[in-house]
């Protein structure tokens, strides 16, 4: 009886899978060097759907506000134009390419099926300092090389990357050795004082009268 169910469970997958193509593909992000915009290409695999939609301030799918998209199949130029952020496609393989903005040195993308993203930072950009920059989900790899920072996931939802430039690391670092100075003059005439504190409460060979 348990093999017939699972039978039956494969076959009803299988049916979904077939009536809703999954919009599965390979997102590679080149972030702009002014680090405003980006350039986003995707690789469908037998696909007929593809939205392109963000998250909203309450997390909610809004529809993505592009520029330059462009759409091919295996051979030729599709015109199609988004129906609030839906693309409804022929099935079959497509290439699209469009251009998003970047607000806040954040990067934030969201996907209707896992994907495979690749996101790439020219320099000065840079994700290295943890109290500067956020990557989201985590499991990413990074690898640098050739003034580009690349950063990879795997079967993802969403991407979340805020970046930084060189200079904001260098305004951090000041700003913490100006706060570490404060913190010295302030606490320095406590420590004196309680030291000189001690020292009269505590004389050598003699002891307090009770």
């Known amino acids: 009886m348990r093999s017939y169910t699972r039978i039956i469970a494969c076959c009803i997958a299988a049916l979904i899978l077939l009536v809703f193509p999954v919009a599965g593909g390979n997102v590679s992000v080149d972030l702009h060097e002014d680090g405003k915009a980006y350039t986003a290409t995707v690789v469908l695999n037998q696909t ?25 199949n295996e051979t030729d130029p599709v ?97 913490a050795q100006f706060w570490l100075i404060i913190a010295v003059v302030l606490l320095l005439p406590f420590l004196l004082s309680r030291e000189k504190k001690i020292d009269r409460e505590y004389i050598p060979g003699k002891q307090k009268k009770k």
């Not at 392109?52 to 091919?72: K, T, W």
């Not at 690749?118 to 990413?140: A, E």
């Open 79 to 175: 015109s199609v134009t988004p129906d609030r952020g839906v693309l409804d496609l022929p099935l079959g393989n497509y290439t699209l390419q469009y251009e998003g903005r970047v607000t806040g040195n954040t990067l934030q993308m969201l996907f209707s099926s896992p994907e495979n993203v690749s996101v790439h930072l020219p320099y000065p950009f840079m994700i290295g300092n943890p109290l500067l920059t956020s990557l989201q989900p985590s499991g990413s790899t990074t690898t640098a090389g050739n003034n580009t920072t690349r950063i990879d996931w795997s079967n993802v939802r969403s991407v979340e990357l805020r970046y930084y430039e060189e200079n904001q690391e260098r305004l951090l670092y000041i700003f």
């Open 48 to 72: 007929e759907r593809y939205d392109l939609v963000e998250p909203g301030m309450l997390g909610e799918r809004i529809p993505l506000d592009v520029v330059n998209l462009s759409v091919r």
